[in-house]
């Protein structure tokens, strides 16, 4: 199978999994030996401000973690749209990366248009992303920036579905839970 970076994998209406029902996930690394990526529609209450105050300078004031996914959930991931896309320390997609590994000054990182702080992440072993693929519990579309830095996390899996139409605009009307309705 082709590698699934820079992809969305959007959560099919048979992914009953609490911790990705009706998510959407920005996979940022896919290969023989597994998959991660990150939820990009679970925000939190937290601020980076609190959580993370080292990460505070780089992002809006007020801005809050996002809950990228139920692997070391204490881990933290961070994902940048860079001016100058040569200094991420990975692309994932478009001029999105992560942040270098280690960075002594801010400056070292160019301009960044946008920057979002997750909370751990998710993440595959090795054919078990393929295996979730199989089953249906996944639909997988290509990933936009914009995708990232939405400002309504909580319309982004409805969104996607919808911006690729057909059948898929019709599974962007399925009910949180379908069996109240």
């Known amino acids: 199978m082709d590698s699934l970076r820079g992809h969305l994998l959007v959560a099919g209406p048979s992914l009953q999994d ?3 029902r009706h998510t ?15 939820v990009l529609n679970r925000n939190s209450p937290v601020t980076v401000r609190d959580a993370v105050p080292p990460m505070a300078p780089l992002v ?26 040569e200094r991420a320390g990975g692309l994932v997609v478009e001029t999105v ?9 801010p400056d070292e990182l160019g301009g960044l248009n946008a920057v979002r702080v997750f909370a751990g992440y998710a993440g595959w072993a090795s054919g078990q992303l393929e295996e979730e693929l199989d089953e249906g519990s996944w639909l997988v579309f ?22 690729e139409g057909g059948t898929y605009a019709v599974l962007a009307l399925l009910p949180p839970d379908p069996t109240v309705n």
């Open 18 to 20: 609490p911790s990705f």
């Open 24 to 38: 959407v996930v920005l996979v940022a690394d896919h290969g023989d030996d597994g998959a991660m990526g990150v």
């Open 60 to 85: 809006d004031p007020g801005a809050t973690v996002y809950l990228g996914g139920p692997v070391q959930p204490q881990a933290v991931v961070v994902l940048a749209d860079f001016a100058e896309p």
């Open 97 to 105: 990366g992560f942040l270098p590994t280690t960075v002594e000054d």
């Open 142 to 163: 290509p990933a936009r920036a914009a995708d990232v830095f939405t400002i309504r996390p909580e319309d982004l899996w409805a969104d996607v579905l919808r911006r």
